[in-house]
Structures are given as structure tokens and as C-alpha cells.
């Protein structure tokens, strides 16, 4: 019966399911024919091959179809395979897949990009995007086949696909070779996308000193201290990240303007009387009581009057949404650390009254990932 709901109108709907079901159950139902719910056979359909749909976007990106074509777009399959020195039955196969999925189009017998993937060369952002395909297909693929079990277990499950005694994703991946580019050149990728989402709303030249905390590879430091000179700034890490980072600083000449503190952010201190610090893409780690305990720390680190400023995805107050922002919580629940998700704009302002702010005002960004600014004063 479910595959013939978008044939039937509300009245042959009630009357097939009316003598079949209670009033809750059918009321349930109906929500079929209103804007809540718009779920189709083929979006289920997406979601049951799911797997083998990220593996279509990968192979394109590692076998390089999409450059390909970006390079020279109109060919046949024939030219592909041998652009590409694949056999013919592979090409075809993977050339289906793409077209299916509308990451391609096939005009006749030839191939050409679609128009989302060819803004992304056009906007010279396509190295970004295929890092982060192989921080998906590297590292969240591998951990996220424990989903189920996170869930049921309450804890991240899938870190122990990760070899190394560290307690976390961050202290492991080190330990294991060549994972530890892949994530820092994801994040470094990452950063440069949404950084100017942050920088270009947010007037630093009232600061002097800023603490990025959970700092990682300096990418957000860097990019800090280059738009404004007169800002002095303490990354904070673990020591690990905190050796990339001082590498970045010293081949950006930045050592006199960025200082990097490697320890634990959870019991080493913060350094005090600062007019800022800045939380960026690192309070979608932990659970809500240790991103108070963190937020407690540097409210009371803060000059009168400093700022603390919350960069990161967003879900929705409503707990609905958006789908990047509700996708990604799923890499979060099953690898990094044990509580963390992408959290709505209340959860977090949540956790700043109760690290003890008052003030705070929220910042939208009109970007492709929901990514949001919250701004918050002593």
C-alpha cells in the first residue's frame, strides 16, 4: 500500500485505511498529504542504498571523473574509460551510477558534469569538497558501521575501529598512518570554506587577545591573525595537533603573533584576563555538561566585557533539521568522543547561561552547511 500513497487522494486514502486503523494511527497517516511529511519511495530508495550512493560520489571523486569532465566536458563513454584507463565494463558501471544520481548528465552518448558539481570548479572550491568525501570515506565510513551500537551502548562504539590506546578519535589518529592527513587536511578544507563565514561578521579589531581553543592545525589562528594585526593569539590543543600547528605558524612567519599551548583544555588553565575566546567546530564534540564546564572556564577568564564566540553547525530549536546538521550528529555519536552531536542554537545558549552569560545574540550564515555564530559578552 505504501508504494501507491502518492496515487491516492485524501478521500480514497481515508477510505482505505478508515476500517483498518484507530483515530490516532490514522491521523498519523494522513500527515502523508500535508507538508510535514514528504517522504518519497525514491528518497527511500536513496536511503536503503545509501552506501553504495557515497561510494558512486567517491569512486568519481578518486578516479577522477569529475575533473575529467570539468577539463573536458561532451565525452562518450569510450573516451572516459580511456581518460580514465578503466576497462569498459567498470566505466559503465560507475557512469550509470553517477548519472542516476544526477552528479553527472548524459546528453546523448556523452557526459558532461552537473551544474552543482561545475560551480564547484567555478568557484575554486572543489579541492575543499573532495577532502571532505575522504575524511567521509576514510574515516566517518569506517567508525559509522557501530551507529546502531553507539546508540544502544550510549558511547562511541565505532572509535575502536581505530587502532592506538588514545581516549579519543584526536589522540588516535597519529597512531595510525597517513589517517592524520586526511583529517587535518579535511579540517584545514573545512575551515577554509566557512571561515569567512566568522571573520567577515565579527569585528576583532576591538581585541587584543584572543584563546582559540581546540585550535587544531592553526588554520582558523592564522587566517585570524592575518586579518587583524593587532590581535595576539593562544591556540590551545593536544600536543599532538599543537606540533601541525606550530609548523603552520612558523611557515606563515606568525610565531611572535600566535602562541600554541598544548595540554588538556578540560584541566589545564586557560590563560586569564583575555578579551576573547573563540570555540570554533569544537562544541559538536563532547557532551552538553563538559561544553558548559568548558564555556564556565573561560566566562571566568573573560575580561568584564570580553566575548566568547561559538562557530559551528547548527540543528534547528525545533530539533528537525537541517539535514547536514542531523547526518553528521550520527559521525559524532558513533567516533570522536563519547556525548558529542551537532546541538540546536538553544542547547548552546543553554550552556552559556548556565556557564553564567547573560548577553547573547545569534548570527545566521547563508551557506550550504548550516553553520551558525553565537556571540556572547560578560
Known amino acids: 500500500m505504501v508504494a501507491n500513497f502518492e496515487e491516492l487522494n485524501n478521500a480514497q486514502l481515508n477510505q482505505q485505511l478508515d ?34 550512493a557515497f561510494q558512486n560520489l567517491y569512486a568519481g571523486c578518486e578516479l577522477g571523473v569529475f575533473e575529467l569532465l570539468w577539463k573536458h566536458p561532451d565525452l562518450t563513454q569510450t573516451e572516459i574509460a580511456q581518460h580514465l584507463q578503466l576497462e569498459a565494463y567498470p566505466t559503465k558501471a560507475l557512469l550509470l551510477g553517477l548519472t542516476a544520481l544526477k552528479l553527472i548528465q548524459k546528453v546523448g552518448d556523452k557526459y558532461r558534469n552537473s551544474l552543482v558539481i561545475q560551480m564547484l570548479f567555478l568557484e575554486n572550491t572543489w579541492k575543499e569538497f573532495y577532502d571532505t568525501v575522504l575524511f567521509e570515506a576514510k574515516i566517518v565510513y569506517r567508525g559509522s558501521i557501530d551507529y546502531v551500537e553507539s546508540l544502544q551502548q550510549n558511547r562511541n562504539v565505532g572509535l575502536r575501529q581505530f587502532q592506538g590506546q588514545g581516549p579519543d578519535l584526536y589522540n588516535r ?7 592524520d592527513k586526511v583529517f587535518y587536511n579535511f579540517m584545514g578544507s573545512w575551515s577554509k570554506l566557512v571561515t569567512p563565514l566568522w ?22 589562528s592564522i587566517a585570524l591573525a592575518e586579518a587583524f594585526p593587532n590581535v595576539k593569539i593562544t591556540l590551545m590543543d593536544i600536543p599532538d595537533s599543537c606540533k601541525i600547528a606550530q609548523s603552520r605558524i612558523d611557515q606563515k612567519q606568525l610565531t611572535d603573533r600566535i602562541q600554541v599551548v598544548g595540554g588538556d583544555i578540560f584541566v589545564d588553565e586557560f590563560p586569564n584576563n583575555q578579551d576573547c575566546f573563540l570555540f570554533i567546530h569544537v562544541l559538536v564534540i563532547w557532551s552538553l555538561d563538559k561544553n558548559t ?39 559524532f555519536v558513533s567516533i570522536p568522543h563519547e556525548g558529542g552531536m551537532i546541538y ?7 550552556c552559556l547561561r548556565d556557564a553564567g552569560f547573560t548577553q547573547m545574540k545569534r548570527i545566521y550564515s547563508d551557506f550550504w552547511a548550516p553553520s551558525g555564530i553565537i556571540v556572547a559578552t560578560k
Open 19 to 52: 476500517h483498518k486503523l484507530n483515530h490516532s494511527d490514522l491521523k498519523t497517516l494522513q500527515l502523508i498529504n500535508s507538508n510535514k511529511d514528504t517522504l518519497k519511495m525514491d528518497d527511500l530508495v536513496l536511503l536503503l542504498y545509501g552506501h553504495s
Open 173 to 179: 589518529l597519529h597512531e595510525d598512518p597517513g589517517l
Open 199 to 220: 571573520l567577515k561578521k565579527i569585528d576583532f579589531s576591538n581585541f587584543q587577545s584572543v584563546v582559540d581553543v581546540g585550535g587544531g592545525d592553526a588554520t582558523n
Open 293 to 331: 564546564t568548558l564555556l564556565r572556564r573561560a566566562y571566568q577568564a573573560l575580561k568584564p566585557g570580553g566575548s566568547l564566540i561559538i562557530f559551528n553547525m547548527m540543528t534547528s530549536d525545533e530539533e528537525d533539521g537541517p539535514l547536514m546538521a542531523a547526518l553528521d550528529s550520527s559521525y
Open 344 to 350: 540546536s542554537w538553544r542547547d548552546h545558549e543553554q
